[in-house]
């Protein structure tokens, strides 16, 4: 079923696709060795920080705490650090998960009234519920991708010179 999102959601909504393509645009010229050469002290790179939007950020906060899809829950923890990517694992194919964990998520959020409670919780991570309901989850994703954004300018100068948006 899907619910027309009122106009506070499809504000939210519209903040969150900026923030996405802000995260796939910064990264736009860079080459594989690029993406996957770490750019600081703690051995992260572009192409792992990605890895981890799809699958630590927008398929567990929207498939499995908001939908509660039974799936995603059980393969939880699967496949290890999401941080680190294989050197056998395409570009092409993190890229393409993160746009695809991005439609799963918008049609979650399509589907799902803005007060509804969340269908499940992580209490072995994270204790007693801080967030319960779709609007709180999508604020959350919003402020997690955005300062993960920030992280890629930052990775990106330091790569190449390239920045996002500068006003003079």
């Not at 736009?28 to 051995?43: E, I, K, M, W, Y």
């Not at 992260?44 to 908001?66: I, K, S, Y």
Request: glycine content about 8%; aromatic content about 6%; charged content about 20%.
């Amino acid at each position: 079923m899907t619910v027309a999102p009122d106009a506070e959601i499809q504000a939210l909504l519209s903040f969150l696709h900026g923030q996405r393509r802000h995260v796939l645009g910064i990264l736009d010229g860079l080459d594989a060795d690029a993406l996957r050469q770490p750019v600081l002290p703690s051995g992260w790179n572009c192409l792992g920080l990605v890895q981890h939007l799809a699958l630590d950020v927008e398929r567990f906060w929207f498939r499995a705490v908001v939908d509660g899809d039974d799936g995603v829950v059980e393969s939880l923890g699967e496949g290890g650090d999401a941080w680190q990517v294989g050197t056998e694992v395409p570009v092409a194919e993190v890229l393409d998960r993160y746009r695809t964990e991005c439609d799963h998520a918008d049609a979650v959020i399509g589907a799902t009234p803005a007060d509804a409670p969340l269908a499940w919780w992580p209490h072995h991570l994270f204790g007693e519920p801080h967030l319960h309901t779709l609007r709180d989850v999508l604020l959350h994703v919003i402020t997690e991708t955005a300062c993960h954004a920030g992280h890629l300018d930052a990775a990106r100068e330091l790569l190449d010179g390239k920045r996002w948006l500068v006003l003079t």
